[in-house]
């Protein structure tokens, strides 16, 4: 008995050492993201241990605004970041400090994601649609932010001039709700999951969405030169969101009806996974899930478009393009 005891344990001896082997090979990486749909590839690689399947350890940190994403990938204080674009970090990717090396969320019809939010004072005076901000307190998170050149998309769309809109930058996607509520403003572009509790309680309107009136690349995957030297964390990273890209794609997004996903079998699971992830409960995640390419494929020509635009307003530095921040190596164009 004693001899089969000593087996039993010389067994767990050696798989504790293979277990902190196996733990010893992965690599660590940390990922800046907002809680958003629109970075549900990653909770789903995260929670579904997809990552860990690919070889990776990874942290998640949490931002309140995608222009500070940039920053702290730039500065090393992540590995990696999955936002929206913005004119920030294009600056950034102008001057070598940024590559992008993957496509992640799109505003796209028939996908609600952003929309153009009224306070009820503005609404009940008039503004009815997009096309009445011309005139308006408009609130943002940043200057040259994915919200700001929304609102510029749709400017040139209805033939009215950006500066015809007073632009409100209010740093943060908490703070531009606050001041819709509070009416200090008479519009917002938000996130619908920023947004739902205050239409729900009556506290805004809704207008309409950009993927409806303008659609665009809105997100990315980029990386630091440095982080990009280590051409192994980059492609487990790429090879665990390929994966959850292609699961959100067939499960999620095929099933959307409306802007709806129906809740089944199939999709709840993932659906809980988004729902814990963005501090929202499932029955509002269903009308809230962005657009991702099933393959992470970017749409570079839209990329330097937006470039372009951006250096025109003069938010963003001229003389570079999107073949300038893009890390061909990794990126699967449109």
């Keep these: 008995m004693k001899g089969w005891a ?23 990486a940390k990922i800046g993201v907002l809680r958003l749909s629109s970075s549900a590839p990653v909770f789903i690689a995260q929670d579904k241990g997809y990552f860990r399947d690919a ?4 942290e998640l940190k949490f931002f309140d605004a995608a222009q500070p994403i940039a ?26 400090t940024l590559k992008v090396i993957g496509g992640m969320s799109r505003e ?71 001041a819709l509520k509070g009416e200090t403003v008479d519009a917002a572009l938000l996130p619908v999951s920023t947004a739902r509790s205050l239409i729900d309680s009556g506290g805004a309107k809704l207008l309409g969405w950009v993927g409806d009136e303008t659609p665009w690349q809105l997100g990315a995957i980029f990386a630091s030169p440095k982080t990009l030297t280590n ?5 487990r990273l790429l090879t665990a969101l390929l994966r959850a890209d292609r699961e959100y794609h067939d499960v999620i997004l095929a099933t959307i009806k409306d802007g709806v996903v129906p809740i089944t079998e199939s999709t709840k699971p993932l659906l809980e996974i988004i729902a814990k992830y963005t ?33 025109e307003q003069g938010f963003v530095d001229k003389g570079f393009d999107a073949n300038t921040i893009i890390a061909k190596d990794y990126v699967k164009a449109d």
């Design 231 to 235: 051409a192994p964390l980059v492609t």
């Design 279 to 311: 501090n929202l409960p499932v029955e509002q995640v269903v009308g809230n899930c962005a657009y991702i390419d099933p393959d992470g494929r970017l749409d570079v020509k839209n990329v330097d478009n937006q470039i372009k635009w951006l250096q």
């Design 55 to 58: 070889g990776l350890e990874v």
């Design 108 to 178: 796209k019809a028939g996908y609600p994601l952003i929309g153009y939010f009224a306070s009820n004072n503005a609404y009940a005076t008039g503004l009815k649609t997009p096309k009445d901000l011309a005139g308006k307190r408009v609130a943002v998170t940043q200057v040259g932010s994915s919200f700001h050149y929304s609102l510029g998309l749709l400017a040139d769309k209805y033939g009215f001039k950006l500066s015809d809109v007073k632009v409100v930058p209010l740093q943060s996607l908490s703070n531009a709700a606050a």
């Design 6 to 28: 000593r087996l039993v344990l010389a067994g767990l001896v050696m798989w504790a050492a293979s277990s902190v082997a196996q733990a010893d090979d992965l690599l660590k």
């Design 71 to 96: 920053v702290a990938t730039t500065s090393g204080d992540v590995d990696f970041g999955i936002t929206a674009f913005t004119a920030g970090l294009y600056n950034l990717a102008g001057k070598g």
